[in-house]
C-alpha cells in the first residue's frame, strides 16, 4: 500500500518538479524492491511539507529496514541518482534506517538562519520538525 499526505503547494520551476519527481519515483521503486522481499506486505509513506523557500520531503516504509549501519550498506544507482537530483534543487539526503523501515528525507533550507544554525545540518532538523506529527499519525504499521 502506498500514501501521499497532501501538503501545501509546490513552489518550484517545472524542472524543479521534474525533479521531485523522478525523486519519488526512484525512493518508491527502491521501497518496493528492497523492503518488501517475497510476498512480504507493507506500507509506503511520501510526505512533503513547506514553509516559504524550505521544503521537505520524505519517503518512508515499514520494511525490513536497512543493514545496521548504513556504512554495511552499498550505494546503487538509485541512491546516485536521487542525490545528484537533490543536489540540482538545492537539497540534502538523508537515510535513517530502523526495524521496521527506512525513511529518506530530501531537504531543501533556505539561505537564512534556522535558530542559530547554519543552512549546512539545519535540513535534518527542519525535516524532523516538520514531519514529526505527519509521521506518528500516519506511521508505516508495525510489520506485514
Not at 518538479?17 to 524492491?33: D, F, H, S
Not at 537530483?85 to 523501515?101: C, I, K, M, R, S
Request: charged share 15%; no cysteine.
Amino acid at each position: 500500500m502506498a500514501s501521499l499526505t497532501r501538503g501545501p503547494a509546490v513552489k518550484l520551476a517545472p524542472a524543479g518538479l521534474l525533479n521531485l519527481g523522478l525523486i519519488v519515483t526512484e525512493l518508491v521503486i527502491n521501497a518496493l524492491k528492497h523492503a518488501f522481499p517475497g510476498e512480504r506486505s507493507g506500507k509506503i509513506l511520501v510526505d512533503y511539507h513547506a514553509q516559504g523557500a524550505d521544503w521537505a520531503l520524505l519517503v518512508s516504509d515499514n520494511g525490513v529496514g536497512t543493514p545496521e549501519t548504513l556504512a554495511d550498506a552499498r550505494a546503487g544507482l538509485g541512491t546516485s541518482i536521487v542525490e545528484a537530483l537533490a543536489n540540482q534543487l538545492g537539497a540534502t539526503v538523508e537515510t535513517e534506517g530502523g526495524y521496521p523501515g527506512t525513511t529518506v528525507s530530501i531537504t531543501h533550507v533556505g539561505s537564512r538562519k534556522i535558530k542559530g544554525r547554519s543552512r549546512r545540518g539545519a535540513g535534518s532538523a527542519l525535516a524532523a520538525s516538520w514531519s514529526k506529527a505527519a509521521m506518528t499519525s500516519a506511521s508505516p504499521p508495525d510489520g506485514p
